[in-house]
């Protein structure tokens, strides 16, 4: 036998070394025909052309390297190479953009080379010495990259645009109802109401903890609410519960409801009430955000029920219970219960629920309630109704379906079904008189055929209701014809807002598509310009399509559109589906109508944007903050044959089966089922965008302007399949729930999904304090003073939706004493 050529390594084939140098050839084939034929596959889709040759490039190497030839090694080598110029071109230094283009491929290198050892002696020597002198940079460079935790995004322009006529209906300056019982009632020693005050601007004039102090604080007290999910309710828990506190009392309530109440300086429980809601009453979730208080005005402190707490319950009831005893209050409703269920027509348990406080203005307690997503056309009512907070009689309902009626419809007869429904929670100007509902969608999410003209012109508005009458008085619509589930979930803030022309009653509304409108409201007209800007047509109702929709001159949340650069996963295999699974759906930015035949994204998803967390307001230094989530959905209409198949059902039929219920809603009564993929998530449970997924911002408030944005959240309790990663990199989690603002000069806020409570210096952006959580902090914090002493107090019962750990405790922190 000739002897080996000198210009070639040959390889010994016996050893470690030799089967690692097999082992990653196979590795290197194995890759090169997935991401080949991926890549060839994404080219007929009209996607990227990089995966193709690069593919082919590991296949050729994989095979040199089977075959024992030292030009496998060059060839990853110099596809190493171009992968990281290929990167930098799509993304620049964009840490997050660049961890899936260039991290599997780094460790892959490292791999390659280790199989140098196999070659025989010279020449192998020279291909390790060419191939670490020409990566050994680059290694360098790539672990750089992937240390880029921080992503931080191009400022959006923030100008203002012309505006057409903005969607705002109803009687402009109403004369104001009559004067009643028109106290409002702020945040301050106390927490009194569920934002703090009916105002809603989640912000306390309390400055002993500040961000030069805050280190020092630590937890001085918990108890445990004893509410954790039984079997059959395992996977539906969701408290999300901000507790009030009142001379000394601080009332919680848990996710079935169960009212305690304790002391405010010690957390000793001082008594609780437990309604007994049945596991089948909770529909999406068991939640309970809050509760509210009520003082009689002139009463007896020792009277009976003098002061109240009112709250609705999963099952559809509003009680009423004395706040010093936890008694109910026997001159309300029938033994303190008012039936929810009267004039609604048929329900089932689950269907009906109220997880919001009412909201208590001149005396009368106002509430809508969460109609279950998806379910049918003809669902219970979305009716919203006043009662009096000490009769309990029901002192107006308005039911847009009968503009005319503003009590209980006639005998034999129901609240119009369907209609458009208030599951979040209200906000007051108990001065003015009016309360502010930010309302949901008719039945069903994504369909709107079959709506009525009523239900298009209150669906996804805020509506200013008269609290003495029952009646609108205007209404301003955020999404026209709404097919994507882009309800309010927002508690709307009521704010003095500075303008050239001195201060104006105004009234901040959030929305999930990320906008945010400032209006005057008295009239409900906006502040800044409102431009209806053209969006896309398509889908299966093009005709019922809205040709345009209202986009905020104030601010703004949402991101640019999405591209098939911004697909994202763990490596170059995930990141390639993802952008395979972008070019199969139907995207044309913002208000990408559903369509049937192929999967259509939906971005900003339905969790926002701001959701059911709000927004806060620094009302002294004129600053507004707002958590957000930037995630798509993956979504597709499906057929009714194709969903009657699968075993798709509504809650009245009894529920689907579990895979219908793991897809998405059945929308009985319209011709299509919806799948809906939240988040855009891998069978790894990552997601297809690129990070980060949460944020807070900090934004002025006069002009919108932004002064700072920075991520929310860690990843260390997220990863792929569910494994904590532990990795302390600011990913910007998805977050549920919202944030605290004090006099202090501090933000405390939970809501990411890093089981974390934060304090974040609200001039800055930066963390200056953090503490873990025993569960998911997906609820509002609230502070209070007792005795000199500020306590900060949250209650971290975790999410079923969000995915974290369920827990009962609520939480007091505090200065070390003295």
């Known amino acids: 036998m000739a002897p080996a050529s000198p210009n070639r390594a040959t390889i010994t084939r016996s050893g470690p070394a030799f089967w690692w140098a097999m082992f990653v050839g196979v590795l290197l084939a194995i890759l090169g025909l997935l991401i080949g034929a991926g890549g060839a596959w994404l080219i007929t889709l009209g996607g990227s052309w990089y995966y193709l040759p690069a593919g082919v490039a590991l296949l050729v190497a994989g095979i040199l390297l089977l075959s024992g030839n030292a030009a496998g090694v060059w060839l990853y080598v110099v596809t190493w190479i171009a992968t990281l110029a290929w990167a930098y071109w799509e993304v620049g230094m964009d840490g997050w953009g660049l961890m899936p283009r260039v991290l599997a491929p780094t460790i892959i290198l490292i791999f390659v080379l280790l199989t140098l050892p196999a070659f025989s002696a010279d020449r192998a020597k020279r291909v390790r010495d060419a191939a670490y002198a020409v990566t050994s940079a680059g290694v360098v460079v790539a672990g750089c990259v992937v240390g880029l935790h921080h992503f931080t995004l191009a400022a959006q322009s923030q100008e203002a645009t012309p505006s057409a006529t903005p969607p705002v209906e109803g009687a402009a300056g109403t004369t104001p109802p009559a004067q009643a019982d028109t106290t409002i009632h702020q945040a301050g020693s106390n927490w009194p109401v569920y934002g703090g005050s009916e105002l809603a601007t ?100 020792e009277q009976p029920c003098a002061t109240r707490i009112l709250w609705g319950t999963l099952d559809a009831r509003l009680i009423a219970i004395d706040a010093r005893t936890g008694k109910a209050c026997s001159d309300f409703g029938q033994q303190g219960v008012v039936d929810l269920t009267q004039g609604l027509g048929k329900t089932v348990p689950g269907w009906y629920s109220v997880t919001a406080p009412p909201t208590i203005v001149r005396g009368i307690a106002i509430l809508g309630a969460q109609v279950q997503d998806g379910q049918a056309e003809d669902a219970p009512s979305g009716v919203v109704r006043g009662y009096d907070v000490i009769s309990g009689k029901l002192v107006w309902a308005w039911d847009m379906g009968h503009p005319d009626r503003t009590g209980a419809p006639p005998q034999g007869d129901t609240y119009t079904r369907g209609t458009p429904n208030m599951w979040t929670v209200a906000a007051a100007d108990p001065q003015l008189g009016y309360v502010y509902l930010p309302l949901g969608n008719a039945s069903v999410d994504y369909y709107g055929v079959d709506r009525k003209g009523f239900e298009n012109q209150y669906n996804s508005s805020i509506v200013a209701i008269d609290v003495t009458t029952g009646k609108p008085v205007w209404h301003f619509q955020t999404v026209h014809h709404d097919l994507w589930d882009y309800d309010l979930g927002s508690q709307p803030t009521l704010v003095d807002f500075p303008t050239a022309d001195g201060k104006v009653p105004a009234i901040i509304v959030p929305s999930k598509q990320g906008q945010i409108y400032v209006l005057d409201r008295k009239t409900g007209k906006p502040l800044f310009p409102v431009e209806e800007r053209p969006v896309p047509s398509g889908g299966v109702e093009p005709e019922k399509l809205s040709k345009t929709q209202p986009y905020s001159g104030y601010a703004h949340l949402d991101q640019p559109v999405l591209t098939e650069k911004n697909m994202w996963g763990m490596s170059p295999l995930d990141q390639l589906y993802c952008r395979i699974q972008f070019r199969q759906a139907f995207y044309q930015g913002e208000y990408t109508p559903p369509t049937v035949e192929k999967p259509f994204i939906e971005y900003p998803g339905y969790n926002g944007g701001s959701d059911w967390g709000s927004v806060a307001v620094d009302t002294d230094n004129g600053i507004l903050i707002a958590n957000y989530n930037d995630m798509p959905n993956y979504n597709q209409l499906l057929p009714r044959k194709e969903a009657d198949k699968i075993g798709f059902k509504s809650i009245e039929q009894g529920g689907g089966s579990q895979k219908a219920k793991d897809m998405g809603s059945p929308q009985m009564g319209s011709p299509y089922a919806i799948a809906v993929n939240a988040g855009w998530r891998l069978s790894t449970g990552l997601l297809c965008s690129e990070p980060p997924y949460g944020h807070i911002r900090a934004i002025e408030l006069k002009t919108g302007k932004t002064l700072w944005d920075e991520p929310l959240g860690e990843a260390v309790e997220n990863g792929p399949w569910g494994i904590p990663s532990m990795l302390p990199v600011d990913i910007g989690t998805p977050n549920n729930g919202g944030p605290l603002v004090t006099a202090g000069g501090l933000i405390f806020i939970a809501a990411a999904t890093d089981d974390k409570l934060r304090a974040i210096d609200i001039k800055t952006g930066k963390v200056v304090w953090q503490v873990d959580l025993p569960a998911g902090g997906q609820a509002t914090p609230m502070t209070y003073e007792v005795n000199g002493r500020q306590y900060v107090v949250i209650a971290p019962g975790g999410h079923h939706f969000m995915e974290t750990k369920i827990g009962d405790e609520v939480i007091a922190y505090a200065l070390p004493a003295g």
């Open 202 to 301: 989640r912000y306390s004039p309390l400055k002993q903890i500040t961000a030069d102090n805050v280190a020092k604080l630590t937890k001085v007290w918990d108890f445990h609410t004893g509410d954790m999910p039984s079997k059959a309710a395992a996977g539906k828990y969701s408290p999300e519960n901000t507790p009030l506190e009142v001379d000394g009392h601080l009332f919680a309530c848990s996710a079935k409801g169960i009212v305690i109440s304790a002391n405010a300086a010690t957390g000793k429980e001082e008594w609780r009430y437990d309604p007994k809601v049945s596991d089948d009453a909770i529909p999406y979730g068991a939640t309970c955000r809050g509760v509210a208080y009520y003082a009689t005005p002139g009463a007896n402190a």
